[in-house]
Protein backbone atom coordinates (compact mmCIF):
# COMPACT_ATOMS: atom_id res chain seq x y z
CA UNK A 1 0.00 0.00 0.00
CA UNK A 2 1.41 3.36 -0.73
CA UNK A 3 -0.13 6.78 0.03
CA UNK A 4 -1.09 8.85 -2.83
CA UNK A 5 -3.07 12.52 -3.61
CA UNK A 6 -6.84 11.85 -3.30
CA UNK A 7 -6.86 14.15 -6.82
CA UNK A 8 -5.30 11.63 -7.71
CA UNK A 9 -8.51 9.13 -8.10
CA UNK A 10 -9.67 10.07 -11.70
CA UNK A 11 -13.15 11.18 -12.09
CA UNK A 12 -14.02 12.55 -8.82
CA UNK A 13 -13.51 16.08 -7.86
CA UNK A 14 -13.87 17.58 -4.12
CA UNK A 15 -14.39 21.25 -3.11
CA UNK A 16 -15.20 23.37 0.16
CA UNK A 17 -16.98 25.93 1.12
CA UNK A 18 -17.30 27.76 4.47
CA UNK A 19 -17.95 30.48 6.58
CA UNK A 20 -15.35 30.85 9.42
CA UNK A 21 -17.09 33.33 11.46
CA UNK A 22 -20.46 31.08 11.92
CA UNK A 23 -18.14 27.47 12.54
CA UNK A 24 -20.07 25.85 9.54
CA UNK A 25 -19.39 24.60 5.89
CA UNK A 26 -19.81 22.27 3.58
CA UNK A 27 -17.87 19.73 1.31
CA UNK A 28 -18.96 18.50 -2.25
CA UNK A 29 -17.79 15.10 -3.79
CA UNK A 30 -18.34 15.31 -7.58
CA UNK A 31 -18.47 12.39 -9.97
CA UNK A 32 -20.01 14.09 -12.93
CA UNK A 33 -19.96 10.88 -15.08
CA UNK A 34 -22.12 8.20 -12.32
CA UNK A 35 -21.03 6.39 -9.43
CA UNK A 36 -22.25 3.45 -8.02
CA UNK A 37 -22.76 4.26 -4.72
CA UNK A 38 -24.22 2.72 -1.27
CA UNK A 39 -24.66 4.51 2.66
CA UNK A 40 -24.10 2.90 6.24
CA UNK A 41 -25.99 4.93 8.86
CA UNK A 42 -24.96 3.75 12.03
CA UNK A 43 -25.77 6.39 14.84
CA UNK A 44 -28.53 6.72 16.67
CA UNK A 45 -29.29 10.37 15.42
CA UNK A 46 -28.68 11.06 11.62
CA UNK A 47 -29.34 13.79 9.32
CA UNK A 48 -29.52 12.39 5.82
CA UNK A 49 -30.53 13.08 2.26
CA UNK A 50 -31.67 10.34 -0.73
CA UNK A 51 -30.17 7.70 1.53
CA UNK A 52 -33.26 5.41 0.05
CA UNK A 53 -31.39 6.00 -3.15
CA UNK A 54 -28.95 4.04 -2.99
CA UNK A 55 -30.79 0.44 -1.66
CA UNK A 56 -30.21 -1.83 -3.91
CA UNK A 57 -33.61 -2.59 -4.98
CA UNK A 58 -33.74 1.19 -6.09
CA UNK A 59 -33.92 2.36 -9.88
CA UNK A 60 -31.28 4.77 -10.36
CA UNK A 61 -27.73 3.06 -10.43
CA UNK A 62 -25.16 5.84 -10.08
CA UNK A 63 -25.35 9.40 -8.14
CA UNK A 64 -23.18 12.57 -9.00
CA UNK A 65 -22.59 13.95 -5.48
CA UNK A 66 -22.35 13.48 -2.14
CA UNK A 67 -22.55 16.45 -0.01
CA UNK A 68 -21.16 16.48 3.27
CA UNK A 69 -22.50 19.50 5.23
CA UNK A 70 -22.43 21.25 8.66
CA UNK A 71 -25.56 22.85 10.17
CA UNK A 72 -27.53 19.98 11.58
CA UNK A 73 -30.76 18.76 9.40
CA UNK A 74 -30.85 22.78 8.27
CA UNK A 75 -27.36 21.83 6.49
CA UNK A 76 -29.41 19.61 3.91
CA UNK A 77 -30.00 22.49 1.98
CA UNK A 78 -26.91 22.39 1.20
CA UNK A 79 -27.71 19.39 -1.84
CA UNK A 80 -29.93 22.16 -3.44
CA UNK A 81 -26.99 23.79 -4.51
CA UNK A 82 -25.43 21.01 -6.24
CA UNK A 83 -28.19 20.27 -7.79
CA UNK A 84 -28.04 23.73 -9.19
CA UNK A 85 -24.38 23.69 -10.42
CA UNK A 86 -24.56 20.16 -11.72
CA UNK A 87 -28.03 20.80 -13.79
CA UNK A 88 -26.01 23.92 -15.49
CA UNK A 89 -23.41 21.38 -16.41
CA UNK A 90 -25.65 19.13 -18.22
CA UNK A 91 -25.31 16.07 -15.74
CA UNK A 92 -28.03 14.19 -14.28
CA UNK A 93 -30.24 11.10 -14.61
CA UNK A 94 -31.89 11.59 -18.21
CA UNK A 95 -35.87 11.98 -17.78
CA UNK A 96 -36.72 12.46 -21.23
CA UNK A 97 -37.24 16.36 -20.76
CA UNK A 98 -34.10 16.91 -18.84
CA UNK A 99 -31.36 15.65 -16.46
CA UNK A 100 -31.96 15.06 -12.83
CA UNK A 101 -28.61 15.40 -10.72
CA UNK A 102 -29.26 12.70 -7.75
CA UNK A 103 -27.30 14.32 -5.23
CA UNK A 104 -27.16 12.10 -1.63
CA UNK A 105 -25.66 13.92 1.50
CA UNK A 106 -25.76 13.97 5.36
CA UNK A 107 -25.13 16.62 8.06
CA UNK A 108 -23.13 16.68 11.21
CA UNK A 109 -24.60 18.97 14.01
CA UNK A 110 -22.50 22.43 14.82
CA UNK A 111 -24.86 24.53 16.23
CA UNK A 112 -23.03 25.34 19.25
CA UNK A 113 -19.98 26.26 18.58
CA UNK A 114 -20.56 29.36 16.35
CA UNK A 115 -23.70 31.34 15.13
CA UNK A 116 -27.29 28.86 15.30
CA UNK A 117 -28.51 30.77 12.70
CA UNK A 118 -26.58 30.18 9.80
CA UNK A 119 -25.91 27.23 8.21
CA UNK A 120 -24.98 25.62 5.20
CA UNK A 121 -27.61 26.71 2.18
CA UNK A 122 -27.86 26.49 -1.28
CA UNK A 123 -25.46 29.06 -1.95
CA UNK A 124 -22.88 27.86 -0.08
CA UNK A 125 -23.58 23.94 -1.49
CA UNK A 126 -23.07 26.01 -5.25
CA UNK A 127 -19.99 27.44 -3.57
CA UNK A 128 -18.42 24.04 -2.72
CA UNK A 129 -19.33 22.76 -6.13
CA UNK A 130 -17.71 25.34 -7.82
CA UNK A 131 -14.26 25.20 -5.56
CA UNK A 132 -14.28 21.46 -6.48
CA UNK A 133 -13.09 22.40 -10.09
CA UNK A 134 -9.57 22.97 -8.64
CA UNK A 135 -10.12 19.41 -6.91
CA UNK A 136 -6.96 20.64 -4.38
CA UNK A 137 -9.22 19.84 -1.02
CA UNK A 138 -7.26 21.32 2.26
CA UNK A 139 -7.67 19.06 5.44
CA UNK A 140 -8.64 20.53 9.11
CA UNK A 141 -10.93 23.54 9.85
CA UNK A 142 -12.30 23.61 6.31
CA UNK A 143 -16.17 22.86 4.62
CA UNK A 144 -17.81 20.28 6.74
CA UNK A 145 -15.26 20.20 9.32
CA UNK A 146 -15.19 24.06 10.13
CA UNK A 147 -16.78 23.90 13.31
CA UNK A 148 -16.20 19.91 13.87
CA UNK A 149 -15.80 18.86 17.52
CA UNK A 150 -15.05 15.97 19.94
CA UNK A 151 -14.71 14.74 23.20
CA UNK A 152 -18.39 16.15 23.99
CA UNK A 153 -19.69 13.36 27.14
CA UNK A 154 -19.79 16.70 29.57
CA UNK A 155 -21.43 18.84 26.82
CA UNK A 156 -19.40 21.79 26.39
CA UNK A 157 -16.88 21.54 29.23
CA UNK A 158 -14.20 18.97 27.58
CA UNK A 159 -14.95 19.95 24.09
CA UNK A 160 -12.02 19.81 21.40
CA UNK A 161 -11.57 21.09 18.07
CA UNK A 162 -11.77 18.02 15.11
CA UNK A 163 -11.94 18.64 11.55
CA UNK A 164 -11.73 17.23 8.20
CA UNK A 165 -9.66 14.09 7.27
CA UNK A 166 -8.41 13.36 4.28
CA UNK A 167 -6.23 10.01 3.40
CA UNK A 168 -6.21 7.85 0.11
CA UNK A 169 -4.15 5.16 -0.84
CA UNK A 170 -2.86 2.49 -3.59
CA UNK A 171 -2.57 -1.45 -3.79
CA UNK A 172 -1.34 -2.55 -7.56
CA UNK A 173 -4.38 -0.27 -9.81
CA UNK A 174 -6.65 -0.30 -7.27
CA UNK A 175 -7.21 2.88 -5.61
CA UNK A 176 -9.33 4.04 -2.58
CA UNK A 177 -9.54 8.03 -0.91
CA UNK A 178 -11.83 9.12 1.88
CA UNK A 179 -13.19 12.04 3.61
CA UNK A 180 -14.61 12.58 6.14
CA UNK A 181 -15.31 14.86 8.98
CA UNK A 182 -14.78 13.89 12.92
CA UNK A 183 -17.62 15.55 15.33
CA UNK A 184 -18.04 12.62 17.45
CA UNK A 185 -19.50 11.93 21.05
CA UNK A 186 -15.87 10.36 22.45
CA UNK A 187 -12.33 10.23 21.66
CA UNK A 188 -10.12 9.44 18.81
CA UNK A 189 -7.08 7.29 19.37
CA UNK A 190 -4.50 6.96 16.60
CA UNK A 191 -5.05 3.77 13.78
CA UNK A 192 -1.95 2.08 15.10
CA UNK A 193 -0.59 2.77 18.93
CA UNK A 194 -4.04 3.74 19.92
CA UNK A 195 -2.67 6.77 22.11
CA UNK A 196 -5.67 8.94 22.27
CA UNK A 197 -5.27 12.29 19.75
CA UNK A 198 -8.20 14.32 20.69
CA UNK A 199 -11.45 14.15 23.07
CA UNK A 200 -12.68 14.74 26.74
CA UNK A 201 -10.17 17.05 28.50
CA UNK A 202 -9.91 16.70 32.14
CA UNK A 203 -10.93 19.32 34.58
CA UNK A 204 -7.71 21.06 34.50
CA UNK A 205 -7.97 20.34 30.43
CA UNK A 206 -3.95 19.64 30.45
CA UNK A 207 -4.74 16.53 28.83
CA UNK A 208 -7.82 13.57 28.17
CA UNK A 209 -10.01 12.41 30.81
CA UNK A 210 -10.42 9.08 28.72
CA UNK A 211 -14.42 8.99 27.33
CA UNK A 212 -14.79 5.24 27.72
CA UNK A 213 -13.18 4.81 31.16
CA UNK A 214 -15.21 7.68 32.15
CA UNK A 215 -18.41 6.03 30.66
CA UNK A 216 -17.69 2.68 32.79
CA UNK A 217 -16.73 4.97 36.11
CA UNK A 218 -20.98 6.09 36.09
CA UNK A 219 -22.46 3.26 34.17
CA UNK A 220 -25.42 3.81 36.46
CA UNK A 221 -25.95 7.28 35.51
CA UNK A 222 -29.13 8.04 33.28
CA UNK A 223 -28.54 11.03 32.40
CA UNK A 224 -29.44 12.44 28.71
CA UNK A 225 -26.02 12.47 26.50
CA UNK A 226 -24.61 15.75 24.54
CA UNK A 227 -27.02 14.97 21.07
CA UNK A 228 -24.49 17.45 19.00
CA UNK A 229 -22.37 14.68 17.84
CA UNK A 230 -21.72 12.84 13.97
CA UNK A 231 -19.34 11.85 11.96
CA UNK A 232 -19.54 11.87 8.21
CA UNK A 233 -18.01 10.57 5.32
CA UNK A 234 -17.64 9.14 2.03
CA UNK A 235 -15.22 6.64 0.84
CA UNK A 236 -13.96 7.42 -3.27
CA UNK A 237 -12.65 4.12 -5.35
CA UNK A 238 -11.70 3.43 -8.81
CA UNK A 239 -13.17 -0.07 -8.47
CA UNK A 240 -15.87 -1.61 -10.45
CA UNK A 241 -18.46 -2.31 -7.64
CA UNK A 242 -22.80 -2.99 -7.64
CA UNK A 243 -24.96 -0.95 -5.39
CA UNK A 244 -25.14 -4.30 -3.19
CA UNK A 245 -21.43 -4.22 -3.01
CA UNK A 246 -21.46 -0.57 -2.42
CA UNK A 247 -23.51 -0.55 0.58
CA UNK A 248 -21.23 -3.71 2.15
CA UNK A 249 -18.42 -1.97 1.55
CA UNK A 250 -19.87 1.46 3.39
CA UNK A 251 -20.50 -1.41 5.98
CA UNK A 252 -17.23 -2.54 6.63
CA UNK A 253 -15.67 0.96 6.36
CA UNK A 254 -17.08 1.48 9.66
CA UNK A 255 -14.76 -1.16 11.20
CA UNK A 256 -12.47 2.23 10.50
CA UNK A 257 -14.25 4.21 12.74
CA UNK A 258 -14.56 1.52 15.53
CA UNK A 259 -10.27 1.64 15.35
CA UNK A 260 -10.09 5.06 15.94
CA UNK A 261 -13.11 6.23 17.56
CA UNK A 262 -13.88 5.44 21.25
CA UNK A 263 -16.96 4.67 22.40
CA UNK A 264 -18.34 4.98 18.84
CA UNK A 265 -21.97 4.83 17.00
CA UNK A 266 -23.64 5.82 20.04
CA UNK A 267 -27.28 6.62 20.79
CA UNK A 268 -26.18 10.29 20.28
CA UNK A 269 -24.06 10.06 17.09
CA UNK A 270 -25.67 10.31 13.82
CA UNK A 271 -21.99 7.98 11.98
CA UNK A 272 -22.81 7.84 8.50
CA UNK A 273 -20.32 6.38 5.75
CA UNK A 274 -21.45 7.19 2.13
CA UNK A 275 -18.76 4.69 -0.59
CA UNK A 276 -18.81 6.27 -4.77
CA UNK A 277 -17.22 3.92 -6.98
CA UNK A 278 -16.25 4.97 -10.58
CA UNK A 279 -16.19 1.31 -12.15
CA UNK A 280 -12.40 1.41 -13.81
CA UNK A 281 -10.06 -1.93 -12.20
CA UNK A 282 -11.79 -5.40 -11.13
CA UNK A 283 -11.46 -6.01 -7.46
CA UNK A 284 -11.56 -8.52 -5.05
CA UNK A 285 -14.37 -6.86 -2.46
CA UNK A 286 -12.88 -8.58 1.02
CA UNK A 287 -9.54 -7.07 -0.01
CA UNK A 288 -10.87 -3.80 -0.86
CA UNK A 289 -12.83 -4.04 2.23
CA UNK A 290 -9.31 -3.99 3.99
CA UNK A 291 -8.17 -1.39 2.41
CA UNK A 292 -11.08 1.08 3.00
CA UNK A 293 -10.94 0.49 6.76
CA UNK A 294 -7.73 1.27 6.61
CA UNK A 295 -8.03 4.29 4.71
CA UNK A 296 -11.05 5.38 7.17
CA UNK A 297 -9.38 5.25 9.90
CA UNK A 298 -6.62 7.22 8.87
CA UNK A 299 -8.34 10.02 7.76
CA UNK A 300 -10.06 10.10 10.71
CA UNK A 301 -6.56 10.55 12.55
CA UNK A 302 -5.93 13.52 9.95
CA UNK A 303 -9.50 15.12 10.59
CA UNK A 304 -8.07 15.14 14.58
CA UNK A 305 -4.52 15.98 13.48
CA UNK A 306 -4.64 18.62 10.94
CA UNK A 307 -7.62 20.63 12.88
CA UNK A 308 -6.26 23.90 14.75
CA UNK A 309 -7.42 25.53 17.90
CA UNK A 310 -10.77 27.70 16.96
CA UNK A 311 -13.42 29.22 18.78
CA UNK A 312 -11.90 28.61 22.29
CA UNK A 313 -11.32 24.87 22.00
CA UNK A 314 -7.58 23.41 21.94
CA UNK A 315 -7.09 20.86 19.26
CA UNK A 316 -4.41 17.78 19.27
CA UNK A 317 -1.77 20.10 18.05
CA UNK A 318 -2.37 21.97 21.68
CA UNK A 319 -0.48 18.94 22.82
CA UNK A 320 2.14 17.38 20.69
Known amino acids: MKEIRISQIKGFQIGHAQNEAAATGCTAILCKQGACAGVDVRGGGPASRETELLRPVSTAEEIHCVMLSGGSAFGLAAGDGAMAYLEEQGVGFDVGIGRV????????????????????????????????????????????????????????????????????????????????????????????????????????????????????????????????????????????????????LASIGHNGYAQTIRPVHTTADGDTLFVMASGEVEVN????????????????????????????????????
Open 101 to 248: PLVCGASLFDLEIGAYDIRPDKTMGYAACQDAERNDPAEGNVGVGTGATVGKLYNMDGFMKSGLGIYAAQVGPVQVGVVIAVNALGDIVDYDTKEILAGLLNQEKTGFADTVKTFYEEIEDTRSLWNGNTTIGCVITNARLTKAQCNK
Open 285 to 320: VDALGALVTECVGRAINRAALMARPAYGLPAACSFR
